[in-house]
């Protein structure tokens, strides 16, 4: 191993990768329970202690980037326009978590088989999931700070917007990760704004119906 490798930004991100790499083919190979993170630092060419500038447990070199990914999500809420429509702003936001999986699709798909085919890995990420939802939500109630009902709104739209994006994410990944087809499921996660709460002002499903059938109308 050249002993340089991970002392540059694409140098580390290359040793990350091995270690997550390394870990995969072990668990699938070996066994979640047999393999060690000695047994991942070897198969990546590192040391043990170089294992644990990245990863503070074997479960965790399993597990996509969370943290980057929810630095991610918290940048696009924190930066955003007052006026930008909070549908819009949240799906912007949580399709970056896309990204970061769509990045390497082979890699994602074996992480989440291996997720849900171990129980230690599939309780790990169930719990990784409620803090996208604790993100959306506080992010949520700060933007609707003095409006009536604004936690209860911050809080719905928080948990329909993990579990529409959940529900998409998984759903390309059990169909094989293929990224032809990552499109498609990004479109049925956006289908949650039709879903959310509306906004102050805003007309509801039926009124914005009869206004699109009236606009049809007058075009026929």
Same mark, same amino acid.
């Given at each position: 191993?050249?002993?340089?490798?991970?002392?540059?930004?694409?140098? #580390?991100?290359?040793? #990350?990768?091995?270690?997550?790499?390394?870990?995969?083919?072990?668990?699938?190979?070996?066994?979640?329970?047999?393999?060690?993170?000695?047994?991942?630092?070897?198969?990546? =060419?590192?040391?043990?202690?170089?294992?644990?500038?990245?990863?503070?447990?074997?479960?965790?070199?399993?597990?996509?980037?969370?943290?980057?990914?929810?630095?991610?999500?918290?940048?696009?809420?924190?930066?955003?326009?007052?006026?930008?429509?909070?549908?819009?702003?949240?799906?912007?936001?949580?399709?970056?978590?896309?990204?970061?999986?769509?990045?390497?699709?082979?890699?994602?798909?074996?992480?989440?088989?291996?997720?849900?085919?171990?129980?230690?890995?599939?309780?790990?990420?169930?719990?990784?999931?409620?803090?996208?939802?604790?993100?959306?939500?506080?992010?949520?109630?700060?933007?609707?700070?003095?409006?009536?009902? =604004?936690?209860?709104?911050?809080?719905?739209?928080?948990?329909?917007?993990?579990?529409?994006?959940?529900?998409?994410?998984?759903?390309?990944?059990?169909? =094989? =990760?293929?990224?032809?087809?990552?499109?498609?499921?990004?479109?049925?996660?956006?289908?949650?704004?039709?879903?959310?709460?509306?906004?102050?002002?805003?007309?509801?499903?039926?009124?914005?119906?009869?206004?699109?059938?009236?606009?049809?109308?007058?075009?026929?």
């Amino acid at each position: 191993m050249n002993v340089r490798r991970g002392r540059s930004a694409e140098g #580390r991100a290359e040793v #990350r990768r091995a270690l997550v790499a390394a870990a995969v083919r072990l668990f699938r190979t070996r066994g979640y329970e047999e393999t060690t993170v000695d047994d991942i630092a070897a198969a990546a =060419g590192v040391g043990r202690r170089t294992f644990f500038r990245y990863f503070p447990s074997k479960e965790d070199a399993i597990s996509p980037d969370h943290e980057v990914a929810l630095a991610r999500v918290d940048e696009v809420l924190s930066t955003a326009h007052p006026t930008e429509p909070t549908a819009s702003l949240v799906v912007r936001a949580g399709e970056t978590v896309f990204d970061l999986y769509a990045d390497d699709p082979e890699l994602s798909v074996e992480r989440f088989r291996l997720t849900h085919e171990v129980p230690a890995l599939r309780d790990r990420e169930s719990a990784r999931v409620d803090h996208y939802r604790r993100l959306f939500t506080r992010r949520l109630r700060e933007r609707y700070a003095g409006e009536p009902d =604004g936690d209860l709104r911050a809080a719905v739209i928080g948990a329909a917007v993990v579990a529409a994006h959940n529900l998409a994410l998984r759903g390309w990944l059990a169909a =094989g =990760g293929r990224p032809e087809e990552l499109e498609h499921y990004r479109q049925r996660f956006r289908k949650v704004v039709d879903l959310l709460p509306r906004e102050p002002g805003e007309p509801d499903v039926t009124e914005r119906l009869e206004a699109a059938v009236a606009r049809l109308e007058r075009h026929a």
